[in-house]
């Protein structure tokens, strides 16, 4: 079993907050002013911050207080009022259910202690009906995101390890890591159905040509993440 280590969020500002939002917020139907927004692993709260205008509400749950303060910081800062933050612990907390009409969970799942309860969870969260947008890291991505506990070698973002087969670098890595396969197969099982699964590319999906861009986001070694967008059916 994988001893996975806490995630560090992104910091407010960073392009990949600004990627991962933007799809999200261009799906068809994702978002509406009527709507409420779940972050689940919000950390700094980064990316429903970015996210506010198109709710009516958003709400982000984290197990990490200092994230959670960095949030509230950040909102006073930028005087948004609708938006809330709490402790939400996946695995193990008692969390409410089928309470939010959409759902966001931006490199979370990989660092979950048990991968699969967490994942139960969040559908639990989710109103039927619901839409969501996930994000894992990428297997295919060249360097290993999150770094490895690695013996001799002072460098833990070893070029391909990620590569190795799963028991191998599920030995040594800091969090999982997904194919687009494994992750479809994760969300599936849990009961979402899932409407859409691509690569977020480093950093080609910015590319306006359709043609190229659509390339880009299907080369999964120009890839950092896999996200998988879909809802939940019963």
Request: aromatic share 8%; hydrophobic share 40%; glycine share 6%.
């Amino acid at each position: 079993m994988i001893n996975v280590v806490p995630g560090v969020p992104a910091d407010f500002g960073d392009r990949i907050v600004a990627r991962r939002t933007r799809i999200a917020a261009a799906y068809p139907g994702f978002v509406g002013a009527n709507r409420t927004l779940l972050d689940a692993g919000c950390g700094n709260g980064a990316s429903m911050l970015t996210l506010a205008r198109h709710f009516a509400h958003c709400h982000g749950i984290d197990i990490s207080e200092n994230h959670l303060h960095a949030f509230r910081r950040e909102a006073d800062r930028r005087g948004i009022r609708n938006c809330t933050a709490s402790f939400g612990d996946l695995c193990s907390a008692p969390l409410p259910e089928e309470c939010f009409d959409r759902l966001i969970s931006f490199e979370v799942i990989e660092h979950l202690p048990d991968e699969e309860q967490g994942v139960r969870n969040l559908h639990r969260l989710l109103k039927p009906g619901g839409m969501f947008a996930v994000t894992v890291p990428n297997k295919w991505w060249i360097f290993e995101t999150h770094g490895a506990k690695l013996p001799l070698l002072p460098w833990h973002r070893v070029p391909l390890f990620s590569w190795l087969p799963r028991s191998i670098h599920e030995r040594f890595a800091n969090a999982r890591i997904y194919t687009r396969r494994r992750i479809v197969q994760e969300l599936v099982h849990a009961g979402f159905r899932v409407r859409d699964a691509f690569y977020v590319t480093a950093p080609m999906d910015r590319l306006t040509n359709p043609t190229l861009h659509k390339i880009a986001t299907r080369v999964p070694m120009l890839a950092t993440s896999v996200m998988v967008l879909g809802e939940r059916i019963d």
